[in-house]
């Protein structure tokens, strides 16, 4: 139980790592008119050197990977509902990602960052809202399975 926790959480961390710094290449390649910067100016400021900054970039996208991937555990704790699951396991993703992107300067201002949050609201809900169909089919499929099992014996 414990190491399948803890699977969880560095996979997480590391997926939220390699699709941090794969967002800030692209989007900064986008914002810039085609220069290519994996940190900040902010953040390389902050940090003393590029290299630095990279690393503390790639923490901090971590932890948001760790924090959306482990956080899933709590969608395995049936006592709960599931309102209170998906509120909890919300909270603790844009919690983590709004002080991670306001250390890291992902978040120019504070009127970017009500969109950010938003936008990762509206994200949040669809892809929810998907996968809640994709269960409830499967759910309805072991059913339907498990009724022609019963009446073959």
Known sequence: ??????????????????????IAVISSGMLSGGEIRVVSEQLMERCGSEMTALFVQSFFSGLIGAAGIGGMLFFEIESWSMLKTVLIHYSLIQITFILSAYFLYWIPSPSDGLIMVALMTVAYFVIWIIMSAVYRAQVAELNQKQQELNQKQ
């Open 1 to 22: 139980m414990i190491m399948g926790v803890i699977k969880r959480i560095v996979a997480g961390f590391f997926a939220g790592a390699f699709v941090g710094n794969t």
